[in-house]
């Protein structure tokens, strides 16, 4: 049982913190187990709450793939993947917006005003917020074999960001939440990776952090323990070496990309522990692994 003291002492230990990060703009990548567990959602809408009345402007953006295979599952539509990556034809974007809009970033609004907070849903095709064009996906061929052109369907690499409806959203007091697609030039829609999308929203409005909130614990050393701090260039030997690998390696460069184009500081840490934002954000260890230039 936490004494009244204990209490007292970790809202000391925040203090420096929020002052440290009044003011600045906090993107949040929100995904796996956090969206699915119901404890888990709730303790993520009142950090986002929380961020913002002690004068942080959170910026969120969600993911949505176990709801978009669910769904697609219940049409009797078969999902295909390559290298992790969801191949989105026609029939399947609509089901993807469908979800992603209509579903995943209304529930997540719903929640955050639920319980005191004023949140506003977009997607990536309101006010011209993000332009997108066809992926090319090259796949990295086996042993004695070419590299392969995927045809990914209607997967979408960002082209331009246009932050000034973010900002003033976030002018007038609301938290952002954006649902990870984008237009193209001629009014196509587009499936954006989530992580992708926070990584550019991240940079376009100079973010202080970006935080992606994963199902592990950050970045594991070869030992296995988890790194707290980890330099670009520890990060890029990481990779080379293999020990950064799987699932991991586009999160990492991810935040790599974010911090080249102007973020202070990228964060991967573990949605699945009660209250991870404010743990990482707001004491003095934190959670999961910093990625820092």
Known sequence: ???DRERAN??????PYIQRFNGSTIVVKYGGHAMVDEKLK???ALDIILMKYVGMNPVVVHGGGPQIGSFLKRLSIESEFVDGMRVTDSQTMDVVEMVLVGKVNQEIVSLINGNGGRAVGLSGKDGGLILAEKMKYIKAGGQDQAPEIIDMGMVGAITSVDS?????LMKSGFIPVIAPVGAGNKGETYNINADL???KIAASLKARKLVLITDTEGVLGRDGKLISTLKKEEAIEMIGSGDIKGGMIPKVKC?????????RKAHI???????SILLEILTKIGIGTEIVQ
């Open 269 to 275: 840490i573990d949605g699945r522990e009660p209250h």
């Open 1 to 3: 049982m936490i004494t």
């Open 10 to 15: 970790i809202l000391i230990e925040a203090l």
């Open 164 to 168: 000034r409806v973010l900002l003033e």
């Open 255 to 263: 935040c790599m990309d974010a911090l080249s184009e102007g973020v």
């Open 197 to 199: 999308v926070a990584g």
């Open 42 to 44: 709730q303790d993520f």
